[in-house]
Protein backbone atom coordinates (compact mmCIF):
# COMPACT_ATOMS: atom_id res chain seq x y z
CA UNK A 1 0.00 0.00 0.00
CA UNK A 2 0.76 3.48 0.29
CA UNK A 3 3.38 4.75 2.08
CA UNK A 4 4.17 8.74 3.31
CA UNK A 5 6.93 9.78 5.03
CA UNK A 6 7.67 13.23 7.25
CA UNK A 7 10.29 14.87 9.20
CA UNK A 8 9.48 14.53 12.62
CA UNK A 9 10.21 18.10 13.62
CA UNK A 10 11.71 21.74 12.45
CA UNK A 11 12.55 24.39 14.29
CA UNK A 12 12.67 28.25 12.96
CA UNK A 13 12.71 31.57 13.76
CA UNK A 14 9.84 34.11 13.43
CA UNK A 15 10.07 35.52 10.03
CA UNK A 16 12.29 32.90 8.23
CA UNK A 17 10.83 30.45 5.84
CA UNK A 18 9.88 26.99 6.54
CA UNK A 19 10.23 23.98 4.44
CA UNK A 20 8.44 20.57 4.92
CA UNK A 21 9.28 17.99 3.03
CA UNK A 22 7.25 14.66 2.29
CA UNK A 23 7.94 11.39 0.31
CA UNK A 24 5.25 9.14 -0.71
CA UNK A 25 5.52 5.54 -3.11
CA UNK A 26 2.45 5.79 -5.14
CA UNK A 27 3.41 7.29 -7.90
CA UNK A 28 -0.90 6.66 -9.44
CA UNK A 29 -1.76 9.56 -6.27
CA UNK A 30 -3.90 12.11 -8.26
CA UNK A 31 -4.09 15.11 -5.07
CA UNK A 32 -1.74 15.92 -2.92
CA UNK A 33 -2.45 17.69 0.25
CA UNK A 34 -1.14 19.46 3.24
CA UNK A 35 -3.14 19.98 6.43
CA UNK A 36 -1.90 21.63 9.56
CA UNK A 37 -3.55 20.41 13.16
CA UNK A 38 -3.00 22.93 16.39
CA UNK A 39 -3.24 21.14 19.79
CA UNK A 40 -6.27 19.17 21.25
CA UNK A 41 -7.81 20.61 17.01
CA UNK A 42 -8.76 18.37 14.41
CA UNK A 43 -6.89 19.08 10.68
CA UNK A 44 -7.28 21.95 8.71
CA UNK A 45 -6.96 21.72 4.74
CA UNK A 46 -4.25 24.18 3.74
CA UNK A 47 -3.86 23.84 0.25
CA UNK A 48 -3.79 20.49 -2.38
CA UNK A 49 -2.05 19.83 -5.32
CA UNK A 50 -2.94 18.21 -8.70
CA UNK A 51 -0.33 15.52 -9.70
CA UNK A 52 0.17 17.27 -12.76
CA UNK A 53 1.12 20.51 -11.26
CA UNK A 54 4.94 21.62 -10.40
CA UNK A 55 4.06 24.21 -8.31
CA UNK A 56 1.05 25.94 -6.36
CA UNK A 57 1.41 29.13 -4.55
CA UNK A 58 -1.85 30.40 -1.97
CA UNK A 59 -0.65 33.34 -0.47
CA UNK A 60 2.30 32.96 2.53
CA UNK A 61 2.06 28.98 1.36
CA UNK A 62 4.14 27.54 -1.83
CA UNK A 63 3.98 23.93 -2.50
CA UNK A 64 6.18 22.31 -4.52
CA UNK A 65 5.69 18.53 -6.44
CA UNK A 66 8.57 16.69 -8.10
CA UNK A 67 6.58 13.86 -9.51
CA UNK A 68 9.59 12.08 -10.83
CA UNK A 69 11.41 11.80 -7.48
CA UNK A 70 7.93 11.51 -5.45
CA UNK A 71 8.94 14.58 -3.32
CA UNK A 72 5.89 17.21 -2.17
CA UNK A 73 7.03 19.99 0.16
CA UNK A 74 5.19 22.84 1.69
CA UNK A 75 7.12 26.36 1.83
CA UNK A 76 5.70 28.61 4.75
CA UNK A 77 6.82 32.24 3.97
CA UNK A 78 7.36 34.70 6.95
CA UNK A 79 6.56 32.03 9.68
CA UNK A 80 4.78 33.45 12.56
CA UNK A 81 4.04 31.98 16.29
CA UNK A 82 1.04 31.20 15.09
CA UNK A 83 2.30 28.56 12.33
CA UNK A 84 3.41 26.31 14.97
CA UNK A 85 1.54 23.15 14.55
CA UNK A 86 1.60 19.55 13.31
CA UNK A 87 1.38 19.69 9.24
CA UNK A 88 0.83 16.47 7.37
CA UNK A 89 1.12 15.46 4.27
CA UNK A 90 -1.49 13.01 2.27
CA UNK A 91 -1.79 11.80 -0.67
CA UNK A 92 -5.28 10.06 -2.29
CA UNK A 93 -4.82 6.40 -2.21
CA UNK A 94 -7.94 5.40 -4.30
CA UNK A 95 -10.88 7.51 -4.97
CA UNK A 96 -11.43 9.75 -1.84
CA UNK A 97 -9.41 7.41 1.09
CA UNK A 98 -6.23 9.69 2.15
CA UNK A 99 -3.06 8.38 3.43
CA UNK A 100 -1.57 10.40 5.85
CA UNK A 101 2.25 11.28 7.14
CA UNK A 102 2.74 10.97 10.63
CA UNK A 103 3.34 14.40 11.00
CA UNK A 104 6.03 16.76 11.34
CA UNK A 105 5.85 19.79 14.07
CA UNK A 106 7.22 22.95 13.14
CA UNK A 107 7.70 25.15 16.05
CA UNK A 108 8.17 28.94 15.80
CA UNK A 109 10.24 30.55 17.95
CA UNK A 110 10.01 34.43 18.73
CA UNK B 1 -17.47 26.32 3.54
CA UNK B 2 -17.09 23.34 4.19
CA UNK B 3 -17.75 22.70 8.22
CA UNK B 4 -18.04 19.35 9.89
CA UNK B 5 -18.56 19.42 13.46
CA UNK B 6 -18.50 16.68 16.20
CA UNK B 7 -20.42 16.01 19.37
CA UNK B 8 -19.38 15.62 22.05
CA UNK B 9 -15.50 17.23 21.60
CA UNK B 10 -14.91 15.34 24.81
CA UNK B 11 -16.91 12.50 27.10
CA UNK B 12 -15.48 10.19 29.60
CA UNK B 13 -17.45 7.19 30.64
CA UNK B 14 -16.96 4.09 32.98
CA UNK B 15 -15.43 0.90 31.71
CA UNK B 16 -18.12 -0.83 29.94
CA UNK B 17 -20.90 1.09 29.13
CA UNK B 18 -21.15 2.56 25.56
CA UNK B 19 -20.16 6.12 23.74
CA UNK B 20 -22.12 7.45 20.89
CA UNK B 21 -20.26 10.65 18.75
CA UNK B 22 -21.71 12.44 16.38
CA UNK B 23 -20.20 14.23 13.06
CA UNK B 24 -22.27 16.20 10.77
CA UNK B 25 -21.37 18.38 7.74
CA UNK B 26 -23.19 21.38 8.59
CA UNK B 27 -22.94 23.18 5.08
CA UNK B 28 -22.63 20.50 2.55
CA UNK B 29 -24.05 16.71 1.76
CA UNK B 30 -21.33 14.45 2.44
CA UNK B 31 -21.81 11.36 0.62
CA UNK B 32 -19.18 9.69 2.37
CA UNK B 33 -17.81 9.99 5.73
CA UNK B 34 -14.20 8.38 7.55
CA UNK B 35 -13.36 8.04 10.97
CA UNK B 36 -10.01 7.85 12.11
CA UNK B 37 -8.45 7.22 15.67
CA UNK B 38 -5.39 9.36 17.07
CA UNK B 39 -2.90 8.27 19.47
CA UNK B 40 -1.05 11.18 21.17
CA UNK B 41 1.80 12.50 19.12
CA UNK B 42 1.16 9.97 16.25
CA UNK B 43 -0.69 9.95 12.67
CA UNK B 44 -4.70 9.35 11.91
CA UNK B 45 -5.11 5.87 11.47
CA UNK B 46 -8.16 5.13 9.58
CA UNK B 47 -10.73 2.95 10.93
CA UNK B 48 -13.44 2.89 8.84
CA UNK B 49 -14.96 4.49 5.23
CA UNK B 50 -19.33 5.10 5.60
CA UNK B 51 -21.24 5.92 2.76
CA UNK B 52 -24.80 7.31 3.37
CA UNK B 53 -27.47 4.67 3.20
CA UNK B 54 -24.94 1.44 2.83
CA UNK B 55 -22.39 -0.43 5.33
CA UNK B 56 -19.28 0.85 6.47
CA UNK B 57 -16.02 -0.57 5.41
CA UNK B 58 -13.80 -1.02 7.99
CA UNK B 59 -10.13 -1.12 7.97
CA UNK B 60 -8.04 -4.45 8.92
CA UNK B 61 -7.89 -4.97 12.43
CA UNK B 62 -10.80 -2.61 13.73
CA UNK B 63 -13.59 -4.66 15.08
CA UNK B 64 -16.72 -3.60 13.69
CA UNK B 65 -19.04 -4.96 16.61
CA UNK B 66 -16.76 -2.74 18.66
CA UNK B 67 -17.21 0.35 16.38
CA UNK B 68 -20.69 0.92 15.49
CA UNK B 69 -21.00 3.34 12.57
CA UNK B 70 -23.98 4.56 11.19
CA UNK B 71 -24.29 7.34 8.28
CA UNK B 72 -27.90 7.68 8.19
CA UNK B 73 -28.24 10.70 6.18
CA UNK B 74 -26.00 12.71 3.89
CA UNK B 75 -25.35 14.99 6.68
CA UNK B 76 -24.65 13.11 9.96
CA UNK B 77 -22.57 10.06 10.43
CA UNK B 78 -22.48 8.40 14.27
CA UNK B 79 -19.83 6.13 15.99
CA UNK B 80 -20.41 4.47 18.85
CA UNK B 81 -18.09 2.63 21.04
CA UNK B 82 -19.60 -0.12 22.81
CA UNK B 83 -18.44 -1.89 25.96
CA UNK B 84 -15.47 0.76 25.99
CA UNK B 85 -12.71 -0.18 27.94
CA UNK B 86 -9.43 1.68 29.12
CA UNK B 87 -7.56 0.79 25.92
CA UNK B 88 -10.48 2.91 24.20
CA UNK B 89 -9.45 5.56 25.62
CA UNK B 90 -8.03 8.05 22.27
CA UNK B 91 -8.56 11.10 20.55
CA UNK B 92 -11.23 10.45 17.22
CA UNK B 93 -11.58 12.48 14.09
CA UNK B 94 -14.22 12.27 11.65
CA UNK B 95 -13.86 13.75 8.12
CA UNK B 96 -16.67 14.42 5.25
CA UNK B 97 -15.92 14.59 1.67
CA UNK B 98 -18.18 15.05 -1.23
CA UNK B 99 -17.17 12.99 -4.61
CA UNK B 100 -18.51 16.02 -6.35
CA UNK B 101 -15.65 18.17 -5.07
CA UNK B 102 -12.93 18.23 -7.91
CA UNK B 103 -9.97 17.30 -5.41
CA UNK B 104 -11.66 14.58 -3.00
CA UNK B 105 -10.84 16.59 -0.52
CA UNK B 106 -11.72 15.69 3.02
CA UNK B 107 -13.03 18.51 5.81
CA UNK B 108 -12.27 17.51 9.29
CA UNK B 109 -14.51 18.14 12.60
CA UNK B 110 -12.66 19.22 15.82
CA UNK B 111 -12.34 15.69 17.18
CA UNK B 112 -13.51 13.95 20.21
CA UNK B 113 -11.43 13.08 23.39
CA UNK B 114 -12.53 10.25 24.89
CA UNK B 115 -11.18 9.06 28.22
CA UNK B 116 -12.70 5.50 29.49
CA UNK B 117 -11.99 4.68 33.19
Known amino acids: GEDVEQSLFLSVREGDSSVINCTYTDSSSTYLYWYKQEPGAGLQLLTYIFSNMDMKQDQRLTVLLNKKDKHLSLRIADTQTGDSAIYFCAVNSGYSTLTFGKGTMLLVSP | GAVVSQHPSWVICKSGTSVKIECRSL??????MFWYRQFPKQSLMLMATSNEGSKATYEQGVEKDKFLINHASLTLSTLTVTSAHPEDSSFYIC?????????????FGPGTRLTVT
Open chain 2, 27 to 32: DFQATT
Open chain 2, 95 to 107: SASNPGRVAYEQY
